[in-house]
């Protein structure tokens, strides 16, 4: 008996837990309770609180007195101002409407009217005469001396009957030779050579072997001052070793023994044949032996 009157006053964990639950719905129906009273009071003051009067549908409004006592009545959909019940007169200038004050009447300023000019009198200068036109003679056309004006001669074309002179007159120091090496004293080697070297002192003078134009002249480190003459067929002569003064141009025409130029000093690779002419001779531009062109 002790004892399930002892299980009876205290609850167990079932109990307890129930007793929890309880008391959360409780608490939650009510704040439900209170919203719901607070809605509703909000709901019944809006209800209470007076509405704007809309204007009637039909029939006239209420009755606008104007300023000189009289009553006018607008209709619907119609509105009337002041200005409507009483219009304006060009006399009025908005000086009879309440709240504008007494305008004066607007008076445009005059324009001044312009004013006339002043010309001054135009000046006339005298007209000098005409005097007679001097008469000019005629100039005469300067006279001027006729220039040195090389003209190019005409000349016979080298044919292979024909032979050509020595340009200068001296020793083959160093042979032609195409087919077989020579010993070059200068440059210490065995080499092939497409001309041959005729010594001459330095100031002998080198003429022209056949005749022709003069085609080219330069300078280089090697054949030093050289001209070039085209015979014609084919054929040209080429001398090198030159001192710089020549006696002729490029285009010129020259004629067997014309004087070409002197014999100046030698290249640096030529400096062991001593002074000498450098001649070649090619036809179409192949190298041609001297020897057997030149006359005996």
């Not at 200005?83 to 007494?102: H, S, V, Y």
């Not at 004066?104 to 005469?129: D, G, Y």
């Not at 001097?134 to 001669?153: D, G, L, M, R, S």
Request: aromatic share 8%; with cysteine.
């Amino acid at each position: 008996m002790k004892n399930e009157n002892e299980n009876q006053g205290l609850p167990d964990g079932k109990a307890r837990e129930g007793v929890k639950k309880r008391g959360f719905y409780t608490i939650l129906y009510s704040c439900v309770g209170v919203m719901l009273i607070i809605a509703a009071a909000i709901s019944f003051a809006n209800t209470k609180a007076p509405k704007p009067e809309s204007p009637k549908s039909g029939g006239y409004s209420a009755n606008n007195t104007n300023d000189d006592g009289n009553t006018v009545e607008v209709a619907k959909n119609e509105t009337k101002s002041y200005l409507a019940q009483n219009p304006l007169t060009d006399e009025d200038e908005f000086g009879n409407i309440p709240g504008f004050g007494a305008r004066e009447p607007f008076n445009p300023p005059e324009t001044p009217k312009p004013q006339a000019l002043s010309v001054p009198p135009r000046i006339t200068r005298p007209t000098a005469e005409p005097t007679a036109a001097k008469e000019k003679k005629p100039e005469e056309p300067a006279k001027t001396e006729p220039e040195n004006v090389w003209v190019p001669q005409s000349f016979d074309n080298y044919t292979d009957a024909d032979r050509m002179s020595w340009p200068v007159a001296g020793e083959i120091v160093m042979e032609f030779s195409t087919d077989r090496l020579v010993y070059d004293k200068t440059l210490d080697q065995y080499r092939t050579n497409d001309s041959i070297s005729i010594a001459a002192a330095v100031g002998d003078e080198v003429k022209a072997t056949a005749d022709g134009i003069v085609t080219d002249i330069y300078s280089s480190r090697e054949y030093g001052k050289t001209v070039v003459i085209d015979h014609g067929n084919g054929w040209s002569t080429r001398y090198s070793q030159l001192q710089e003064t020549l006696n002729v141009g490029i285009g010129e025409t020259v004629r067997a023994g014309h004087t070409l130029g002197t014999v100046g000093n030698p290249s640096i690779y030529t400096l062991a044949l001593g002074s000498h002419l450098e001649f070649e001779i090619t036809q179409n531009s192949e190298a041609v032996n001297p020897t057997g062109i030149l006359s005996e």
